[in-house]
């Protein structure tokens, strides 16, 4: 029997996906193993792949497969000749590589090229900047990738600003007037509730730390402990932690260890780990759906919405600190009880650093970059002020100011790889975890008492069931909506902060 | 100004060696990172790439680029407008490149890729099988390795038998009757040295071993004393060291522990690392070689004489044990001096495993699998006799006898990656490195006194103005030839080991 149009439509998808993954092996290398000379020609690899991968996303012969694939399943649909649920499937599946096609179709392929290259120099420059606290050195490349990305823009000419439409690709559909709104009643709010913390806990925090093979021993007791099978997940140690999909039963994750930060480490494990176990639950099933956009996450919210609940709602938990404390002990750690290890998980002290910030003080670290980079994007913040309205909008909304670029605008590495309208994903995610929590306790009872009674598979489950197999289904908001039957609101993740300050101040008294 | 045919022809080149080194970069991944169920998805990419390498490297526009590079360059040659070494290099490069492309043509695309799979496939079943110590279950993955390299190989339909064609990549120009020729007084020469080092060292060795971080510990020492560059060098373990280029800036190498065996991850390191500097030397500034045949290793028997060079020459010298003693003295390796050191790097014991294998059993281990290759390709030995025969020649040449194929005809990796033809490379490093060695020290005095004096450098210097930058200028025999003034012969290395094994009875008085 010869292939049928679909057939061939998902023939073609398959070899994009393995290029893509092998872009995505080279970015893994490139964070892991990779010595700081290779960066020259990994970017010149990057580049050659990005072309390639350009070519095959925008040309005629892809056209023509789409049209052929739509023709083909408007038959079937016309004669009646496929279930209502698989046909719905497939139309979405349409509709999200028109969407794409066309989006890769408006872009120059010279500028696509370009666009690789200053990602990837930007990516070293950063990383020098940071050794060397020089953020002069890394402003020629983060203004070179700001007048790319506002030319990609320019050519997708797509009826949303500029900022909106670089955000696409990581949060669908999303506006900045949705943005202002979700994050007003935070802005307000959080200062508010560090304030409260502040005062009930006056505590000052002992100075700890443990041996890296203990921190990393840690990391593994909770990973087994989360479901992790050996022989499709992989760690290894990079700057930044991520996660990362390389095949369809390739799944790794990187965490880091920072001296004098004994938590670090086991919360970015946890961290990573949820991002990688919403990955491992969309539906992908023999490879069927790798390759098509159904099997592909439906945005970077929804992403961090579930590294946020392991990090968060699972591992900051009590019950977690319960459940977990005696390998603290049997690691030799000095903080005396259940409770101690709770208090350290959440130490809620503004800091400077996004990545090891409280849940408190996180949204506000979000909101400062998100208005950074509008403003860098859309409002002409010129390149060079960075530094200083960095450190001046801290001072405003966190009252701390960093000693020095490393530790301010220079600490993450969004910026440097071009990635304009990512940070509000996390604190969306944030949102969504909570609000998806709120479902999952009405399903399942109170969190605190599953991870208490150490079935935490039974959480996993949940989230496979309803909210990872959705895949790009649904939009974010549409998920929200779909699980909690209500629309996206900050108002659950404002009552669970209320909650745990409430709850760690009684522990203080 | 346009740019010449000549560099058109030099960007098509690189962008041929951005794929291949994305390829190697793929192998690296899967050889130290990847997860075990990634395997059939890496193929697959694999499989991809060598679909597009392949017909990067056989199509008409190649040709066509290589047939106007090379009828300016004859147009230069007669106008006398490019100095005459310019020019033989530009020729040697031609002629190299198409020699090349006649094989990538003569080659079935369908054929090229299935070989890529069945390599990845027989990779992965090699990493089952040996631990599963199971050969029943790699056999078919050999067998068909076998049989589509024979097909490669009336596809070439060179001038020479089957198991010489799929030798040349590793060994140009070798033929089984040189092979035979230089390894026929090793066959005889060497079970007598074997039972002389036997007699004279009745000395029962203890058991004893290192802490892992010591052992890497003591490898870092090595490596910098070695002039490592760590910005141009990774180092990570895998089940069999190796090493890699990814870049003209980007040096791997690969290392690993062995329980029991505390010099083993060392002489490993050593080993590789004289792979690397032998890549590290080849003719690539600024990336001007790295892409063009002159700029390649020119066979792996020479790579080999650089990496036993390193392991043998050097690191297993009296002199190397001498002044590296204090570094195991101060990791508390339970040994009592130099000399003890010494001994323990050149026990003489006949084993099973060519890796591990001393200096005089080596060359048997070599001539045991050359011979069942050839018998594999040419002489119809089945695959599933292979374990029987294996064992028997084992017993006949070394003495000894696996109890199981996990350490007899299971040890190797080469095979599961239909890699024939390559292991005679190893003992002609031998003998390469042997009489190499012989005129190094006509130029710079003994190399014990060099070792002694920690002028590891000038060593280091010689090899790279002497040997490495030919790159494929010359073949093998031929380099030696420029070298040493001599053909090449066994007699260098034979005279080394009765040195070695009388220097040793006198210790051992």
Redesign the interface.
């Known amino acids: 029997m010869s292939k049928s149009a679909w057939q061939h439509l998902g023939d073609y998808l398959k070899?994009t996906q393995?290029?893509g993954?092998?872009q995505s092996?080279?970015y893994?290398?490139q964070n892991?193993?990779?010595?700081?000379?290779?960066s020259?020609?990994?970017g010149?690899?990057l580049s050659?792949?990005a072309k390639q991968l350009h070519a095959r996303q925008s040309c005629e012969d892809f056209e023509n497969l789409i049209k052929e694939a739509k023709s083909d399943l408007k038959h079937l649909k016309e004669k009646n000749n496929l279930e209502s649920h698989l046909l719905k499937d497939r139309f979405r599946n349409i509709e999200l590589l028109e969407q794409d096609l066309k989006r890769q179709k408006s872009l120059d392929p010279k500028l696509v090229a370009q666009l690789a290259t200053a990602k990837s120099e930007g990516y070293m420059r950063w990383q020098e900047a940071r050794k060397n606290n020089d953020y002069k050195s890394f402003a020629p490349a983060l203004k070179k990738l700001i007048s790319l990305r506002k030319e990609q823009s320019d050519q997708l000419a797509e009826q949303r600003s500029c900022w909106e439409t670089l955000a696409q690709p990581f949060e669908p559909n999303l506006t900045i007037n949705r943005v202002r709104e979700l994050f007003k009643p935070l802005k307000k709010r959080l200062p508010e509730l560090i304030e409260k913390a502040a005062t009930s806990n006056s505590k000052k925090f002992s100075k700890w730390d443990l041996a890296i093979s203990d921190q990393e021993n840690l990391c593994q007791i909770l990973l087994n402990d989360w479901s992790r099978?050996?022989?499709?997940?992989?760690i290894?140690k990079s700057p930044h932690p991520f996660s990362i999909t390389?095949?369809?039963?390739?799944?790794?994750i990187t965490t880091r260890i920072v001296k004098g930060q004994p938590l670090s480490c086991l919360l970015a494990t946890a961290h990573e780990w949820g991002h990688s176990l919403y990955e491992q639950g969309l539906p992908s099933e023999s490879?069927q759906w790798f390759a098509w956009p159904l099997g592909q996450a439906t945005s970077m919210a929804v992403h961090e919405s579930q590294s946020l609940f392991w990090e968060n709602r699972i591992a900051r938990s009590l019950s977690f600190a319960k459940s977990f404390w005696h390998h603290f002990e049997n690691a030799g750690a000095p903080i005396h009880c259940e409770n101690d290890l709770w208090i350290n998980m959440n130490r809620f002290t503004p800091g400077l650093n996004r990545v090891e910030a409280d849940e408190l003080s996180y949204g506000l670290h979000i909101m400062i970059r998100t208005d950074l980079e509008i403003d860098l994007i859309e409002k002409g913040l010129p390149v060079e002020d960075l530094p200083f309205e960095w450190n001046r909008r801290y001072l405003n909304l966190l009252g701390v100011s960093p000693e020095n670029d490393k530790e301010g605008c220079l600490q993450d590495v969004h910026w440097s790889e071009g990635m304009f309208g990512y940070f509000p994903s996390y604190l969306l995610g944030h949102l969504i975890s909570a609000q998806l929590t709120k479902t999952l306790e009405k399903d399942l009872g109170q969190i605190e008492k599953i991870i208490e009674s150490q079935k935490i598979n039974t959480i996993l489950e949940w989230l496979r069931k309803n909210v990872h197999h959705y895949g790009r289904s649904l939009d974010s908001e549409e998920l929200v909506k779909k699980v909690s039957g209500e629309t996206l609101s900050p108002n659950y993740f404002l009552e669970y902060l209320d909650n745990k300050v409430e709850n760690l101040s009684k522990i203080y008294d």
């Open positions: 070899d393995l290029l993954s092998i092996t080279l893994w290398d892991t193993s990779m010595p700081i000379a290779g020259s020609w990994r010149e690899q050659l792949l099978d050996p022989a499709k997940t992989a290894a390389l095949g369809p039963d390739d799944y790794r490879h």
